[in-house]
């Protein structure tokens, strides 16, 4: 069974501060690779997905992400912090070939405060 | 944009009650998919759904628990005999076999 670790679990930045979030998950085969975000009170959106392809993926709000498959990584980056990013911010796998509509497995998740 | 909808957003039952959660997936996905939060821990997976039958369940989808499409819109959750550690936050997501969606969550509260 793939797992998925999110070794930072709070993290406190000031705005215009730069930011990586690492995600370390253990699968043996192939996965497709996905941050997700909660902002306070709202519903997970997806920011964004590595199916395949260029390894550093680009996702909304200015996000990225690069795959490192060596490394079985996948860190979240945004070089510039804003206040607005506030929330919590989940790194998830699911097994299988280019989008897959297989399980979800998650981390337990980064809380990001960025501090006006 | 379309938007996976769970209605209620906030349920409080007492212990031993039954209780549905209900979830509309977009309309043109074929995947669905229920998952819990709770409170400080991460977000698991409880079960997914297609073509009219559960194709995967977790460890904590026990005999309590049971989902059903009774319609071509809704996708509920029923938990039977709602015990305190049942309460979390329930997500209803939906995928067309890509990237999954997923609602807003409806927090259960068992006292």
């Known amino acids: 069974a793939q797992s998925v670790s999110q070794h930072n679990h709070h993290v406190i930045l000031s705005e215009a501060a730069s930011l990586e979030l690492g995600c370390n998950y253990s699968y043996g085969g192939t996965v497709n690779l996905f941050w997700y975000v909660q902002y306070p009170g709202q519903h997970l959106q997806l920011l964004l997905k590595y199916f395949s392809g260029d390894p550093l993926v680009k996702g909304i709000k200015g996000f990225e992400a690069e795959f490192i498959k060596s490394k079985f990584s996948f860190n979240l980056r945004k070089p510039s912090v804003q206040w607005s990013d506030t929330a919590e911010y989940f790194c998830a796998v699911n097994p299988g070939l280019s989008g897959s509509a297989r399980q979800l497995t998650f981390g337990s998740g980064t809380q990001l405060t960025v501090l006006p | 944009e379309p938007e996976v909808t769970q209605t209620p957003s906030h349920q409080v039952t007492q212990m031993g009650q039954e209780v549905i959660l209900r979830c509309v997936p977009i309309s043109n996905h074929l995947y669905f998919y229920w998952y819990r939060q709770i409170l400080g821990q991460k977000v698991e997976f409880l079960v997914s759904?297609?073509?009219?039958?559960?194709?995967?369940k977790s460890e904590i989808f026990d005999d309590q628990f049971s989902v059903e499409r009774p319609d071509g819109s809704n996708f509920t959750l029923k938990i039977r005999s709602t015990k305190l550690e049942d309460s979390a936050m329930y997500f209803c997501?939906?995928?067309?076999?890509?990237?999954?969606?997923f609602g807003q969550g409806t927090r259960l509260t068992v006292v």
């Open positions: 759904f297609y073509n009219n039958e559960i194709s995967e």
């Open positions: 997501a939906s995928s067309d076999g890509g990237e999954a969606f």
